[in-house]
């Protein structure tokens, strides 16, 4: 059996369509290859939901919305054709939400633990979530109210704030700023003075660590210098410095007595020293010994006889 070329073209077109038919819808998530549940719930507004949004639990895709129509008693009417598979339990809602940023519009039932299940056909409870716009507001209300108490606490203090800097405190404030700046330019200064003697400053830490090296270095001989200095004190408390000091104490007595006796011209030493007969012929015989003494420095083969051997004595 051949086909005419045209028979072909026809063929391989309806072939195309349906496929692409069966593609969309199983991209959308329904299938043309089984009858759907149909549902009924009723909203006072439904923001623009269109025929063929998704119905979705938990973000999984089980239907799609088969029609929307008004209702005698005012509501917007809206069928729900579900897959066959999934059973609704009993006190389910559907929830009219936003899919996606831009307000696309679908249908969430949010299900329950529920052992018995809806009957197809019989409605659904019904609820709309807040628009964008609503639930930024819903979030921002707490902040804003927050944002006022801040504000009004904000405003009260700077009423005290403005109460309390009368022309004198302000002048305090200002006296304080002077005074501070000043104390910033004084130590200014002193850094900048420390800078300039930073060389000097570095030599006396390095002489200084220097020193404590050196008197790391020299610990044995400081311990046993200490060690001597600590013996030499323990002989010195032990020895009798009372008794020296008294023994001292009582010839320093003596002499004092000694020398008012002798200021007295008490005893020979005394009357040496005080009578005045006594002190000229002592004068008078140191005065000949001096004679004498240059006498046998001059002349002192006069007083000593010096024989050499093998030569008479001269007389």
Same mark, same amino acid.
């Given at each position: 059996?051949?086909?005419?070329?045209?028979?072909?073209?026809?063929?391989?077109?309806? @072939?195309?369509?349906?496929? #692409?038919?069966?593609?969309?819808?199983?991209?959308?998530?329904?299938?043309?290859?089984?009858?759907? $549940?149909?549902?009924?719930?009723?909203?006072?507004?439904?923001?623009?939901?269109?025929?063929?949004?998704?119905?979705?639990?938990?973000?999984?895709?089980?239907?799609?919305?088969?029609?929307?129509?008004?209702?005698?008693?005012?509501?917007?009417?809206?069928?729900?054709?579900?897959?066959?598979?999934?059973? &609704?339990?009993?006190?389910?809602?559907?929830?009219?939400?936003?899919?996606?940023?831009? +307000?696309?519009?679908?249908?969430?039932?949010?299900?329950?633990?529920?052992?018995?299940?809806?009957?197809?056909?019989?409605?659904?409870?019904?609820?709309?979530?807040?628009?964008?716009?609503?639930?930024?507001?819903?979030?921002?209300?707490? &902040?804003?109210? *927050?944002?006022?108490?801040?504000?009004?606490?904000?405003?009260?203090?700077? $009423?005290?704030? %403005?109460?309390?800097? %009368? !022309?004198?405190?302000?002048? !305090? &404030?200002?006296?304080?700023?002077?005074?501070?700046?000043?104390?910033?330019?004084?130590?200014?200064? &002193? @850094?900048?003075? /420390?800078?300039?003697?930073?060389?000097?400053?570095?030599?006396?830490?390095?002489?200084?660590?220097?020193?404590?090296?050196?008197?790391?270095?020299?610990?044995? $001989?400081?311990? +046993?210098?200490?060690?001597?200095?600590?013996?030499?004190? *323990?002989?010195?408390?032990?020895?009798?410095?009372?008794?020296?000091?008294?023994?001292?104490?009582?010839?320093?007595?003596?002499?004092?007595?000694?020398?008012?006796?002798?200021?007295? +011209?008490?005893?020979?030493?005394?009357?040496? #020293?005080?009578?005045?007969?006594?002190?000229?012929?002592?004068?008078?015989?140191?005065?000949?010994?001096?004679?004498?003494? $240059?006498? /046998?420095?001059? =002349?002192?083969? =006069?007083?000593?006889?010096?024989?050499?051997?093998? =030569?008479?004595?001269?007389?």
């Amino acid at each position: 059996m051949t086909f005419s070329k045209e028979a072909k073209i026809g063929i391989l077109t309806a @072939a195309a369509l349906l496929i #692409f038919f069966v593609g969309f819808y199983f991209l959308k998530g329904t299938s043309l290859f089984y009858d759907f $549940e149909e549902y009924t719930c009723y909203y006072d507004n439904v923001q623009g939901l269109q025929n063929s949004s998704l119905v979705q639990i938990k973000g999984f895709s089980v239907g799609k919305v088969a029609s929307i129509s008004l209702a005698p008693n005012g509501k917007v009417k809206v069928v729900l054709a579900i897959n066959p598979s999934v059973q &609704i339990p009993t006190n389910s809602v559907a929830k009219l939400v936003s899919a996606d940023l831009l +307000g696309t519009k679908a249908i969430s039932l949010q299900i329950t633990n529920e052992t018995t299940y809806i009957e197809p056909g019989s409605p659904i409870a019904s609820i709309v979530e807040g628009g964008l716009m609503e639930n930024v507001s819903s979030q921002f209300n707490p &902040i804003a109210n *927050e944002i006022a108490k801040v504000m009004m606490k904000l405003n009260v203090l700077l $009423e005290n704030l %403005n109460s309390t800097l %009368n !022309d004198n405190t302000k002048n !305090d &404030i200002q006296k304080s700023i002077s005074t501070l700046k000043s104390s910033l330019e004084h130590i200014e200064h &002193i @850094a900048g003075s /420390v800078d300039k003697e930073s060389s000097k400053i570095s030599a006396i830490i390095t002489n200084t660590n220097n020193f404590t090296k050196t008197l790391s270095d020299q610990n044995n $001989e400081l311990a +046993g210098t200490l060690k001597n200095f600590n013996l030499l004190s *323990e002989k010195l408390a032990a020895a009798p410095i009372d008794k020296t000091i008294q023994d001292l104490q009582n010839s320093l007595d003596a002499m004092h007595v000694m020398l008012q006796k002798v200021n007295k +011209g008490e005893g020979a030493i005394g009357k040496a #020293f005080n009578d005045k007969e006594m002190y000229d012929n002592m004068n008078k015989s140191v005065i000949s010994l001096h004679a004498l003494l $240059e006498d /046998v420095k001059a =002349r002192p083969s =006069r007083y000593f006889n010096i024989s050499i051997i093998g =030569r008479k004595p001269s007389k």
